[in-house]
């Protein structure tokens, strides 16, 4: 059975269907993330699941019971939003027994007999912040926030925690070192994490399983490479990644190999040739006037706009979404 169960939640507000017919299950222990644009409904699936808002329709089950009309206090759920919403006055320390003491009152949780101090101690030391115990959110830095507002939640031990865009208000280079900490964190906790990004990259290194919203629909389910390399609609394919469309087909830019002399492939020019540090993209027109791109890891040899090339890729490596 799965942990917990969206089955055909709609939510619609006045003149806007921000969540249609959505169903997906999460599994005991992963890590899910529910990956869209902008608008495409995913705060609001998540607030659905918190039971911040209720649905028009369909149900949502916890460990096979319905929860869909339960207060948020009886949900063995628990958020991690966006902001961190940290209280400033507070230490970290307290900022983490502030979620504790919530819970005597809330009745959430399980294990009352055990020492509040311990449980406090425990998850600190589990997100590495004991050293920094005392000092309050503003002498904190990004990262050192978020794992703040997670030791908030993960003191609760929730059967699912709930994360919205969890490493947005990081900078770039931090987001990517925080991503992997937030795995090996959920891997050590076993702490079901269902997570909401618009982040691509962040979904697929990751995730266990991606479910991909557009429109307030989700349109595929699946693990990471599956969907990347077995999109179902076009939009998923584009979603994830660059796609070259050729004639109702799609070929990703790393798989579009390019040859000086080959015999292989198709005719083309190129068109532009940009540098990336870890990789060039040469842009190409094909002898039929369509354009590609191809992602070059190491160039054996070098390419300038105007050169007569050949393109090819393998037909495996051809997608061809349904819609
Ligand atoms: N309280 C509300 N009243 C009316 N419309 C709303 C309300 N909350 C959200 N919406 C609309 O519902 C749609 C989905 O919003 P939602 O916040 O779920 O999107 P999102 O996928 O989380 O987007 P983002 O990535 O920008 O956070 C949007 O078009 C939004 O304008
Ligand atoms: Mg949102």
Redesign the pocket.
Known sequence: MPLLEVDNVTRR??G?L?VDQVSFSVEQGQLFALL??????????LRLIAGFEQPDSGHIRLHGEAITHLPPYERRVNTVFQNYALFPHLTARANVEFGLRHERVRHVGNGPARDAAARVDAVLDLVQMTGKAASRPAQLSGGEKQRIALARSLVLEPDVLLLD?PLSALDPNLRKQVRGELKALQRRTGVTFLM?T?DQEEALSMADCIGV?NAGRLEQTGPPRGLYHRPRTRFVAGFLGAVNWIDGSGVRPEAVHVERDGTQGRDATILAVTFLGNCVHVEAELAGGARMVAEIQNPRSEFRPGDEVRLWWRGEDEMRPEA
């Open positions: 507000y006045p806007h921000a869209g644009p902008s608008g495409c409904g995913k705060t609001t699936t865009e909401v618009h919203m």
